[in-house]
């Protein structure tokens, strides 16, 4: 059954949004408005500093009967920049033949969209419905879904299921969904020296031969072959900094970083032991940082469910996957099971961001399916 809503005009006023992150403001405005009148009582809230906030989030609720079964959509609103070069404007929505085009249009405004156009045809009596949406999930993610988990849990509303927006599908719509993610650890490297003239070596201490030596064996580690539901752990040097103008001076200092995705045959913590007991060996410091912990909510009623809802629209029965990068799920996962399925994901991110008009309809009636089963049949 169609929904009374388009998921297409919907997109469209948030697309219209500017809401690079940290987003706050017209976009929560859109939302606020398109949620209300579908009986939604709204939760919204301001966090944080520059430069990783100011950042909004919204938590809407839609109580069904006494006891029922509590099912929760989770998204964001905010959006990378847009950069240059854009055939249309990259906030003016435009439809072109068979897509819309837009920054958001596929990460995730469109599927927000799907999400809002799904609720008319769930009814209330059938049990609670909850979008969880924040503003700096593009970010640093420090003030909105962690800050809406202890909002959430507060209010004693913790869902039983939740499902995250985002655009996991690759070739079309439905043809994969992931069940976990690997962890994020990015590490800040110093070797500090003492700075003399080339020509004298002796006076002086040159950082960065050991700074390149550390970063040898940080690229040399073991980490993993992968295991049965995660591809190998990487790590990846992504920068090195001196910053020395001069071609007859050796550098009183030089820096690197790295990044670790890592499956759960590790833990944050330990990888930043081991990449700390490197750069010590070889004089340095180190400043690691943990932006997730793998996690995996393995194969069985929920993602059956999801499994036959997307089926059921488009003969395609997804691949449960964990490859890729990060998301809020990886915060969720602490409130209750948690995947994810959306969109396909080929221009997310890039100049003219574009989604199959079509995908979004679908994609609203795979929502409607997917919340209907979650609230009737305990997963």
Same mark, same amino acid.
């Given at each position: 059954?169609?929904?009374?809503?388009?998921?297409?005009?919907?997109?469209?006023?948030?697309?219209?949004?500017?809401?690079?992150?940290?987003?706050?403001?017209?976009?929560?405005?859109?939302?606020?408005?398109?949620?209300?009148?579908?009986?939604?009582?709204?939760?919204?809230?301001?966090?944080?500093?520059?430069?990783?906030?100011?950042?909004?989030?919204?938590?809407?609720?839609?109580?069904?009967?006494?006891?029922?079964?509590?099912?929760?959509?989770?998204?964001?609103?905010?959006?990378?920049?847009?950069?240059?070069?854009?055939?249309?404007?990259?906030?003016?929505?435009? +439809? *072109? $033949?068979?897509?819309?085009?837009?920054?958001?249009? %596929?990460?995730?405004? /469109?599927? &927000? #969209?799907?999400?809002?156009? !799904?609720?008319?045809?769930?009814?209330?009596?059938?049990?609670?419905?909850?979008?969880?949406?924040?503003?700096?999930?593009?970010?640093?993610?420090?003030?909105?879904?962690?800050?809406?988990?202890?909002?959430?849990?507060?209010?004693?509303?913790?869902?039983?299921?939740?499902?995250?927006?985002?655009?996991?599908?690759?070739?079309?719509?439905?043809?994969?969904?992931?069940?976990? +993610? *690997? $962890?994020?650890?990015?590490?800040?490297?110093?070797? %500090?020296?003492?700075? /003399?003239? &080339? #020509?004298?070596?002796?006076? !002086?201490?040159?950082?960065?031969?050991?700074?390149?030596?550390?970063?040898?064996?940080?690229?040399?580690?073991?980490?993993?072959?992968?295991?049965?539901?995660?591809?190998?752990?990487?790590?990846?040097?992504?920068?090195?900094?001196?910053?020395?103008?001069?071609?007859?001076?050796?550098?009183?200092?030089?820096?690197?970083?790295?990044?670790?995705?890592?499956?759960?045959?590790?833990?944050?913590?330990?990888?930043?032991?081991?990449?700390?007991?490197?750069?010590?060996?070889?004089?340095?410091?180190?400043?690691?940082?943990?932006?997730?912990?793998?996690?995996?909510?393995?194969?069985?009623?929920?993602?059956?469910?999801?499994?036959?809802?997307?089926?059921?629209?488009?003969?395609?029965?997804?691949?449960?996957?964990?490859?890729?990068?990060?998301?809020?799920?990886?915060?969720?996962?602490?409130?209750?099971?948690?995947?994810?399925?959306?969109?396909?994901?080929?221009?997310?991110?890039?100049?003219?961001?574009?989604?199959?008009?079509?995908?979004?309809?679908?994609?609203?009636?795979?929502?409607?399916?997917?919340?209907?089963?979650?609230?009737?049949?305990?997963?």
């Amino acid at each position: 059954m169609a929904s009374p809503l388009d998921p297409v005009e919907l997109a469209e006023a948030l697309i219209a949004c500017p809401s690079v992150t940290p987003a706050t403001g017209a976009v929560f405005d859109r939302l606020q408005a398109m949620l209300e009148p579908l009986g939604f009582a709204i939760h919204r809230f301001v966090k944080g500093e520059p430069p990783a906030g100011p950042v909004e989030n919204l938590f809407a609720i839609r109580k069904g009967p006494e006891g029922s079964r509590h099912f929760a959509f989770a998204g964001h609103v905010d959006v990378v920049p847009a950069g240059e070069g854009w055939t249309s404007g990259a906030f003016e929505p435009e +439809r *072109r $033949g068979a897509l819309l085009y837009g920054r958001g249009a %596929v990460d995730m405004k /469109g599927a &927000v #969209a799907a999400m809002i156009a !799904a609720i008319p045809e769930i009814p209330q009596e059938a049990g609670t419905i909850s979008l969880i949406i924040t503003g700096d999930e593009e970010g640093e993610a420090m003030y909105g879904t962690r800050a809406l988990i202890e909002l959430i849990r507060a209010l004693d509303e913790v869902p039983d299921l939740c499902l995250v927006g985002e655009p996991t599908s690759v070739n079309r719509l439905g043809d994969m969904m992931k069940i976990g +993610r *690997r $962890g994020s650890v990015n590490a800040w490297f110093e070797v %500090v020296g003492r700075e /003399g003239h &080339v #020509a004298y070596p002796h006076l !002086a201490d040159n950082p960065i031969p050991r700074l390149v030596a550390l970063l040898g064996e940080l690229d040399a580690m073991p980490l993993d072959e992968g295991n049965a539901w995660f591809q190998p752990s990487n790590l990846e040097i992504t920068d090195v900094e001196v910053g020395n103008p001069a071609t007859n001076v050796i550098p009183a200092r030089a820096r690197g970083r790295i990044s670790i995705r890592f499956n759960d045959s590790h833990t944050g913590a330990e990888l930043s032991r081991r990449v700390t007991e490197i750069a010590e060996r070889h004089g340095g410091t180190a400043r690691p940082v943990i932006y997730g912990e793998p996690f995996i909510t393995p194969p069985g009623a929920f993602s059956q469910l999801i499994a036959a809802a997307v089926e059921a629209e488009t003969g395609v029965s997804p691949e449960p996957s964990t490859t890729g990068g990060t998301s809020d799920a990886r915060f969720l996962k602490d409130l209750c099971p948690v995947i994810e399925f959306g969109l396909p994901n080929a221009t997310m991110h890039k100049r003219d961001e574009a989604v199959a008009i079509a995908d979004l309809h679908a994609l609203t009636r795979i929502y409607g399916r997917i919340a209907l089963a979650a609230l009737q049949n305990p997963a």
